[in-house]
């Protein structure tokens, strides 16, 4: 019997206000805790020594390995070709036998992993530090029914997991492109596949509709010449796939159906997972940096928790202990995509969130609803993981480029232009790893869906690219690798800023100001053993925005570090006042440190009844102060009454202080819950609570 365990325990998550912004309630009002409460909340007297088992426990949040990544995600194949001798992949005959036909939007165009080695400088001058390709293990070159083919130029129908596809080049290819990157202390993430192949099993049946599991699966049928087509040989044996027909995206079928059509492996299956380790730890052996992992949420967690841990492992057992890995999982909602990442044990995901409210935003939509998706960051915290290792992005090799988010097919240039800047200074100020998709910073624009935003850099053949607008700059068949390109030099800017103030690349970041429709959203960014305070304004509106809020600091100058030349000062309450101009941002740093000595913190802990993911917080306070200080507070849970080691559930560094751990991870019964505040300078405060993990089968 299987067993679920929901945590009974103290009181209720209540909105905080501050500074002018709601953190609205992340639970359900009506939600039951389950039982009575049973909490108790103390905080240790100012004058009275903290226990060194507890002190231990005050710790900084976690930035994991590599936080601080400025990532560009390319197609191969449309990037650069460096080798045209492999654009047919040593293959004769026409575009159905090799894929290759440049003048169609749908089919191989001739990029190569030569042609991004030949690159690197132009994208070492963007400011990237990690290149992420799609796939680029062999695949089937052609699919889809007669008359309605198209190529596997994007790479996510593989058929050999163990070689690089040649249209792409060669294991020698890869091998050094990774080698001329590090030398450029650049690093190198491939896309990776777990949850399919490419469709090479037909049913019997000649039916493809979703079959449920309360139904009989179909029966597989694989081509004449095909029975060996899959790299490993235990990819060819049908019984390792779910074989119910297309996935609806809804309910059980989001797991056990074939993805648009490809072939779904029962990822429950030993045999699966085993195979899957063993594939992907070759590749770890190429000296890649890291992993993007795609279709994520159609793979069962407890393949992810045997599947992360094992690529971590071996990483470090090769002497890479900065391997990262971070998995797609196609959801803007944070409790959907955190739970891989918790729970599921990835490092993290891409994240989906962020461009949902980054489009919005930048489009003219409310400051608030910003404040609110970046309130949702608690959710992915735990002992390992953070949002601050989240990628970023605007748009992608999917769901489009970033400008086809701003408005109007008609909306060119001029406005448009201003937009997509102010998108990605966004992007780039705010908390996560940035991710520039290819191309945009040329200025394409393209269409929504996936083969219009998969424009080539070099001079197309493809009379729809050819005749396409950019955001800046006119259509044309040429190539283009501009260094002056107007949101090249932009994105290059903003590099350079995140370089020159690590703070804004990978410091604590606090909601300090959000207007209540278009106008300026503004957060403190601060690395506590640096202890200096950046204020970030953005003003999505069409005027200039004026905003006062609290910082830190009181009484101390901020200067300007971006988009202003004016210093700032902030008053004894520690408020400071900014003008945003319109659709862009200014930064400013404290002139002196902002570790004041804390005297009298005080920590009252509390939880709630939330099924599976349950909330722990923690209010936390100074006496009489007029403005809170910095102040990171980690929480932990044992067995009530142990005396054994704290299990550290994670470390918030902004308020509303709180955590939301899968109480499966709890034991059974009644436990010590402990929030450890640790200020930037003073003594650590301390609060208690009990709470009961309750036992229910399901």
């Known amino acids: 019997m299987n067993r679920r365990t929901t945590l009974v325990a103290v009181g209720a998550l209540a909105a905080v206000v501050a ?43 976690l930035r994991g390995p590599l936080t601080g990544e400025q990532f560009y995600f390319v197609l191969p194949d449309r990037f650069a070709n ?17 894929g290759f036909d440049p003048t169609d939007s749908g089919f191989y165009h001739g990029g190569d992993l030569a042609g991004l080695s030949e690159q690197l400088d132009y994208l070492q001058g963007l400011g990237t530090t990690a290149i992420w390709l799609t796939p680029v293990m062999t695949n089937q070159w052609v699919q889809g029914p007669q008359g309605q083919e198209s190529a596997a130029y994007h790479g996510y129908w593989i058929t ?11 294991q020698e290819d890869l091998a050094t492109l990774v080698e001329e990157a590090h030398a450029r202390d650049m690093k ?23 079959r449920p599991l309360t139904q009989e699966p179909y029966t597989p049928v694989v081509a004449e010449g095909d029975e060996d087509l899959k790299v490993p040989d235990w990819l060819n044996d049908p019984a390792r796939y779910h074989n119910r027909g297309n996935s609806t995206f809804e309910g059980e079928s989001s797991l056990y159906g074939d993805f648009f059509g490809l072939d779904d492996l029962a990822t429950g299956q030993p045999e699966v997972v085993e195979g899957m380790i063993d594939i992907y730890t070759d590749w770890i052996d190429t000296g890649v940096d890291g992993f993007r992992i795609d279709t994520v949420k159609h793979v069962d967690l407890e393949f992810w928790q045997a599947f992360g841990p094992a690529m971590l492992e071996h990483a470090v057992a090769g002497g ?24 599921g044990r990835l490092p ?3 994240d989906f969130g962020f461009q949902a409210g980054a489009a919005a935003y930048t489009g003219g939509g409310s400051a608030r609803d910003l404040a609110t998706l970046f309130a949702g960051d608690d959710y992915y915290t735990d002992a390992d993981s953070n949002a601050y290792a989240l990628p970023t992005f605007l748009g992608n090799h999917d769901m489009g480029r ?26 780039f100020l705010t908390r996560g790893q940035p991710v520039v998709y290819y191309g945009d910073e040329q200025g394409f624009i393209g269409r929504r869906g996936d083969k219009d935003a998969r424009q080539d850099m070099f001079a197309t053949q493809v009379e729809q690219f050819a005749q396409e607008d950019l955001v800046s700059g006119g259509p044309g068949s040429r190539d283009r690798y501009d260094t002056d390109a107007p949101l090249y030099r932009h994105i290059a800017e903003l590099s350079a800023l995140r370089e020159e103030h690590p703070a804004l690349a990978d410091g604590a970041q606090v909601t300090r100001y959000a207007a209540d429709g278009p106008g300026i959203f503004a957060v403190s960014r601060l690395l506590p053993e640096e202890g200096i305070e950046y204020v970030v304004a953005v003003n999505n509106d069409v005027e200039p925005a004026t905003a006062s809020f609290s910082t830190y ?21 520690s408020t400071v006042s900014v003008q945003v101009p319109a659709l862009s941002a200014v930064v400013y740093r404290s002139a002196t440190s902002v570790a004041e000595p804390v005297i009298g913190l005080e920590v009252q802990v509390s939880g709630g009844g939330l099924a599976g993911r349950a909330p722990i917080t923690a209010e936390v306070g100074v006496p009489d102060a007029e403005s809170m200080p910095f102040v990171q507070v980690t929480f932990a849970a044992r067995p009530a009454g142990g005396e054994g080691e704290w299990q550290v559930l994670g470390t918030d560094d902004h308020p509303p202080y709180r955590v939301f751990p899968d109480v499966a991870t709890l034991p059974v019964g009644q436990i010590d819950i402990v929030a450890v505040a640790k200020p930037l300078a003073g003594q650590i405060a301390v609060g208690t609570a009990t709470a009961v993990v309750a036992e229910q089968a399901q």
Do not use: C, K, W
Not at 160 to 170: A, E, K, R, S
């Open 320 to 343: 890479n202990d900065d391997f990262f890995m971070f998995g797609e999982v196609y959801d803007a909602d944070p409790l959907a995509m955190s739970q891989y990442s918790t729970t």
């Open 402 to 427: 970033f400008a086809q988010f701003m408005g109007p097919a008609d909306l060119r240039h001029g406005d448009l232009a201003e937009r997509v800047a102010f998108g990605h200074t966004l992007m």
């Open 553 to 573: 600091a009181p009484g101390t100058e901020f200067e300007p570090v971006y988009g202003t030349q004016q210093a700032i000062t902030s008053d004894d309450a």
């Open 19 to 61: 500074a002018g912004v709601v953190v609205p309630r992340l639970l359900d009002e009506d939600a039951e805790p389950g039982a009575e409460d049973t909490g108790t909340s103390t905080s240790a007297p100012p004058d009275e020594a903290v226990p060194e088992q507890l002190e231990a426990l005050a710790l900084d949040g």
């Open 188 to 210: 190198v993430f491939l896309d990776i596949i777990t949850n399919h192949t490419a469709d090479v099993i037909d049913y019997e049946e000649g039916e493809y509709g979703y």
């Open 348 to 350: 993290a995901t891409l």
């Open 160 to 170: 050999d997991f163990t070689t690089v596809d040649p249209h792409l080049g060669t």
């Open 82 to 98: 460096g080798d045209p001798t492999n654009d047919t992949a040593g293959v004769d005959g026409d575009r159905l036998e090799h």
